[in-house]
């Protein structure tokens, strides 16, 4: 089974600091991605990466940065917190299975920050 | 661009009763749909997508390219039924990997 494993659960920081989430995947697959998960906003895509040091914009991506050093491990950055990315984050995999397509995504269980 | 609306934030049916939880999309290529479950207190899941054409817990979604809809149903809901659910597309002639999500709309089951 997959297990995709967010670093935490909860996390509180304040207004300019610099932030970590860490999510790493345990099933060797090519695509990871980072959401935000708000209330009567859906998920919404921030980053995605293809493969290792590889990565692309998604719908938000404005005030985030991203870091894929190893296949496993994708971080997500805030680089200077703000109030308004006090968010439900939800990191996913996915594998890659030809051109155009990939299977399934799976996602951790989600870390819920606070930025005060 | 690719789209998804899902029309219903909440809704609510009573057990036994049927259910339809609506799906629209916009997008002007070959698009793969999916619904995603999140029960309370758990990581969100596939529930199904449509190339698998297959049902999951008595669920099944057909897609009407003509109507551009991806509606999910079921004949008879159950109080375990009761979740978050969210419809999702993925575009192939754009990045086949990300998923372009809906709001989502809260099901509550009613016994």
């Known amino acids: 089974d997959v297990k995709v494993t967010q670093s935490s659960r909860y996390l509180v920081k304040r207004t300019g600091e610099k932030v970590f989430l860490e999510c790493v995947q345990d099933?060797?697959?090519?695509?990871m991605f980072w959401y935000r998960q708000d209330p009567g906003l859906g998920l919404r895509l921030i980053y995605f990466?293809?493969?290792?040091?590889?990565?692309e914009k998604g719908d938000i991506p404005e005030g985030y940065s991203v870091s894929r050093e190893k296949k496993e491990r994708f971080s997500l950055i805030l680089e200077s917190a703000s109030t308004n990315q006090t968010s439900m984050y939800l990191c996913?995999?996915?594998?890659?299975?030809?051109?155009?397509?990939?299977?399934?995504?799976?996602f951790g269980d989600g870390t819920r920050l606070s930025i005060l | 661009a690719q789209r998804v609306t899902q029309p219903e934030k909440l809704l609510s049916v009573f057990k036994g009763a049927p259910v339809e939880l609506k799906c629209n999309y916009s997008?002007?290529?070959?698009?793969?749909l999916f619904w995603y479950v999140q029960y309370s207190r758990q990581r969100l899941q596939l529930l199904l997508r449509h190339i698998s054409r297959e049902s999951i817990k008595g669920f099944t979604a057909d897609l009407n390219k003509g109507e551009t809809s991806f509606h999910l149903k079921k004949p008879f809901a159950q109080e375990e039924d009761s979740a978050m659910y969210y419809c999702a597309l993925s575009g192939l002639e754009t990045s086949g990997s990300r998923l372009t999500f809906g709001e989502g709309t809260q099901l509550t089951v009613n016994p």
């Open positions: 997008y002007s290529g070959s698009p793969e």
């Open positions: 996913a995999s996915s594998l890659w299975v030809d051109r155009g397509r990939s299977g399934p995504q799976h």
């Open positions: 099933m060797d697959h090519e695509n």
């Open positions: 990466s293809y493969d290792v040091k590889m990565k």
